[in-house]
Nanobody, 124 residues
Framework: QVRLVESGGGLVQAGDSLRLSCAAS????????MGWFRQAPGKEREFVAAIGWKGSSTNYANSVSGRFTISRDNSRNTIYLQMNSLKPEDTAVYLCAVGLSSSPSTDPSRYRYWGQGTQVTVSS
């Protein structure tokens, strides 16, 4: 089983930036897509961004397109989420996940391993 550890969350003001990291325990992650999801209290899990195994194919939710950038470093078994121009509605626990294939799917059912999440809070 792959272990994922997220980091980089925190409390920021609207308009600020954060970079989240997710480190995986296995090199096999390099062959799979990876994604970021988020979940706010009382709400369903929401797709944020995903990246293919080579890193050239990406997928973003409309709500974050143009503000967030997903990337990966396969040599370090790590993915990142650069978040700019943060808004209060971005407040949530951010989770990273390993996909079942190489395609950057928006569907959480297409992901197998999940991290515990990191809290992002954006004040107004």
């Amino acid at each position: 089983q792959v272990r994922l550890v997220e980091s980089g969350g925190g409390l920021v003001q609207a308009g600020d930036s954060l970079r989240l990291s997710c480190a995986a325990s296995s090199r096999t992650v390099s062959n799979n897509a990876m994604g970021w999801f988020r979940q706010a209290p009382g709400k369903e899990r929401e797709f944020v961004a995903a990246i293919g195994w080579k890193g050239s194919s990406t997928n973003y939710a409309n709500s974050v397109s143009g503000r967030f950038t997903i990337s990966r470093d396969n040599s370090r078994n790590t993915i990142y989420l650069q978040m700019n121009s943060l808004k209060p509605e971005d407040t949530a626990v951010y989770l990273c996940a390993v996909g079942l294939s190489s395609s950057p799917s928006t569907d959480p059912s297409r992901y197998r391993y999940w991290g515990q999440g990191t809290q992002v809070t954006v004040s107004s």
